[in-house]
């Protein structure tokens, strides 16, 4: 069955570093996310990407975070300068579908920044 | 958007049916009802996706009265494996939007 991936698993930065969380999403999905969920909070939605550009994007997603498809396979998220609240788990998630709710989950990245 | 309301938590133990029930009193014309599973440090699973009346797969099924202001998930003689974090989440489907608004959820407890 295809599956969402996501590279790395567990990312350690110092404040202010940038990183760039990686996620290959199910071939055939033309729909891709990010959603973060901080340690014992609810996931919450980033943004949203489609045929490479910006659907959607919460407010949480300001100017240190983008959001790229560098190639066929890979989409990306970079955050240019880490401060201590954005350690969390991110998940990247597609879909097929415009608009669908069944979205699938990679296992996420957990980002601590010290 | 509609906003959701369900128990914090719930205990049962393997084998038992579990119902899990969802408020969401403002739902709107086009908006769906769907549900999803997360395990501890994994992301999110879609199970399953109703509109009305009842749904059944291969892993859980939902009932939706008339008024859909409210919505059952059932799970079927449970495991131990079934402890995890249930979402009831509402909102449209093929819509413009397509970010998934989660609530906190229902800890599901599954005892031996």
């Known amino acids: 069955e295809p599956e969402v991936t996501q590279t790395p698993s567990h990312q350690v930065t110092q404040m202010g570093q940038e990183v760039i969380l990686r996620c290959v999403p199910i071939?055939?999905?033309?729909?891709f996310y990010w959603y973060r969920q901080i340690l014992g909070q609810k996931v919450e939605f980033l943004v949203s990407?489609?045929?490479?550009?910006?659907?959607?994007k919460s407010e949480i997603f300001d100017d240190q975070f983008s959001v790229e498809r560098p190639d066929g396979s890979n989409f990306t998220l970079k955050i240019r300068s880490t401060k201590l609240e954005d350690s969390a788990m991110y998940f990247c998630?597609?879909?097929?579908?415009?608009?669908?709710?069944?979205?699938?989950f990679g296992p996420g990245t957990r980002l601590t920044v010290l | 958007l509609a906003k959701t309301t369900q128990p914090i938590s719930m205990d049962s133990y393997e084998g038992q049916e579990v119902n899990i029930t969802c408020s969401h009193n403002?739902?709107?014309?086009?908006?769906?009802i769907t549900w999803y599973q997360q395990f501890p440090s994994q992301g999110p699973r879609f199970i399953i996706q109703?509109?009305?009346t009842k749904v059944t797969n291969e892993v859980a099924s939902l009932f939706i009265p008339a008024d859909r202001k409210s919505s059952t998930l059932s799970l079927p003689r449970v495991s131990l494996s079934d402890t995890a974090v249930y979402y009831c989440?509402?909102?449209?489907?093929?819509?413009?939007?397509?970010?998934?608004?989660f609530g906190t959820g229902t800890l599901l407890a599954v005892q031996p």
């Open positions: 998630a597609s879909s097929r579908d415009r608009g669908s709710n069944e979205q699938f």
């Open positions: 071939s055939n999905h033309l729909y």
């Open positions: 990407f489609y045929n490479n550009e910006i659907s959607e």
């Open positions: 403002n739902i709107a014309t086009n908006d769906y």
């Open positions: 109703g509109y009305k």
């Open positions: 989440l509402v909102g449209d489907d093929g819509g413009a939007t397509n970010k998934l608004i």
